[in-house]
């Protein structure tokens, strides 16, 4: 069991658990420190640092950007961000606005093919909170035109899949450099996946993407995370090292999904939080 976990979501976007609930479970656990890391959105940071004040638990600011790239999808996250920052804000806001019209076209192009689902019922799901797949996914169940999430991912909303539709174009190269102008650390998050042979897949090329990312201001890869083996550990490790990036780690906990791992049930050394701190400093001085 660890004692950091440095990717948590929360109803601020497609979590199930309150920024407040998410920290007291991190505390139940035992967590000495967690990152708020949600989809567009750092409307969770604030009430989630609260609860960490009053728990004694400590909450790093973070955020997730989804970015599209063609074919793929990349994630690039941002710790210690200024969640005051207005650029930040106003990025994250346009970014959700756009996924309210994506999550109407997504419900228009359900109903086309004979899953109809309403895409108020889709607002109301998402709450406060980013509204994204995931919540397509639940009015999907609640519909009855699939029994399980991922069966709404495999048969409709999928990357592939027939009701899929790309959110904003925003690419990571433009969420690095936003990200550093908010004062945050940006990290690429799970970098890679697995095919169905179980080999590790890149999402991205990673030794000829990471250079020019680089450039546009990342600083770090997420090399801990579930089902990461330690195998695809050890590549992430040399790949950090090649190309001179942090290492950061966490569960990606959303809350309430079948099989998953809670928070901290991924190892992350404290070492790679204090050297994530001391680069967010030295970018900071
Ligand atoms: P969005 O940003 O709206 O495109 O939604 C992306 C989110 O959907 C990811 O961050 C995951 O939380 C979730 N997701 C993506 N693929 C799957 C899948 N195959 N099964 C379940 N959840 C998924
Ligand atoms: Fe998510
Ligand atoms: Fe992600
Ligand atoms: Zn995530």
Redesign the pocket.
């Known amino acids: 069991m660890g004692e950091a976990d440095l990717h948590c979501?929360t109803t601020a976007?497609?979590g199930t658990f309150s920024p407040e609930e998410l920290v007291a479970l991190a505390a139940r656990i035992g967590l000495k420190v967690i990152a708020v890391t949600d989809?567009?959105s750092v409307e969770g940071v604030a009430p989630a640092q609260a609860a960490g004040e009053r728990l004694g638990i400590e909450v790093i600011p973070g955020v997730?950007i989804?970015t599209d790239v063609p074919g793929a999808?990349v994630?690039i996250l941002g710790y210690f961000v200024d969640h005051s920052n207005a650029e930040l804000i106003e990025a994250t806001s346009r970014l959700r606005e756009g996924?309210v019209g994506?999550a109407k076209r997504m419900a228009e192009a359900l109903t086309a093919m004979g899953a109809p689902v309403d895409f108020r019922r889709i607002l109301e799901i998402a709450g406060e909170g980013?509204?994204?797949?995931?919540?397509?996914?639940k009015a999907l169940l609640e519909a009855g035109h699939v029994t399980s999430?991922?069966e709404?991912?495999?048969r409709y909303i999928?990357?592939d899949g027939p009701a899929y539709v790309e959110?904003q174009k925003f690419t990571a190269a433009q969420a690095c450099a936003l990200l550093r102008r908010a004062g945050g650390v940006p990290v690429l998050a799970h970098p890679v996946h697995y095919d169905r042979y179980g080999a590790i897949k890149g999402a991205l090329d990673l030794d000829s993407a990471l250079p020019a990312l680089k450039t546009e201001g990342l600083m770090g890869i997420e090399a801990y995370y579930p089902r990461y083996d330690a195998i695809t550990i050890e590549y992430l490790l040399g790949l950090a090292r090649r190309h001179g990036l942090l290492v950061t780690g966490g569960s990606?906990f959303?809350g309430g999904?079948p099989n998953e791992p809670d928070p901290g049930s991924v190892h992350v050394p404290m070492k790679a939080v204090r050297r994530l701190r001391a680069a967010w400093e030295q970018v900071q001085a």
Request: hydrophobic letters at 20%.
């Open positions: 979501h976007s497609d989809h567009d997730e989804n999808e994630h996924r994506r980013a509204v994204g797949r995931p919540h397509v996914a999430s991922s709404a991912f495999s999928g990357r959110r990606d959303h999904r």
